[in-house]
């Protein structure tokens, strides 16, 4: 499973990253991951962030996702 997440270094994208390594921790899932901590290239169709990519998709962008939020993308 190929993970990005796109975030700005604000204290939302900082929230985010944090969540995101804990709920992989806490569900022993092994994925390839990406933080990208810079302003998104356009081509990956990212516009706000934070932004999470699963696979290819954009499963969220703009908002600051809840640990249960985030379980929800990889269960």
């Known amino acids: 499973m ?3 997440l796109f975030i700005n270094p604000n204290i939302n994208g900082k929230i985010v990253e944090k969540r995101l390594m804990e709920v992989l921790g806490d569900i022993g ?3 390839d991951l990406e933080v990208y901590h810079e302003d998104p290239p356009f081509t990956e169709g990212v516009f706000y ?5 699963v696979d290819d ?7 600051v996702l809840s640990k249960e939020e985030i379980i929800h993308f990889f269960l």
């Open 49 to 53: 962030t934070p932004t999470l990519i």
């Open 29 to 31: 899932l092994q994925v």
């Open 2 to 4: 190929e993970v990005k």
């Open 57 to 63: 998709r954009i499963v969220s962008s703009g908002k």
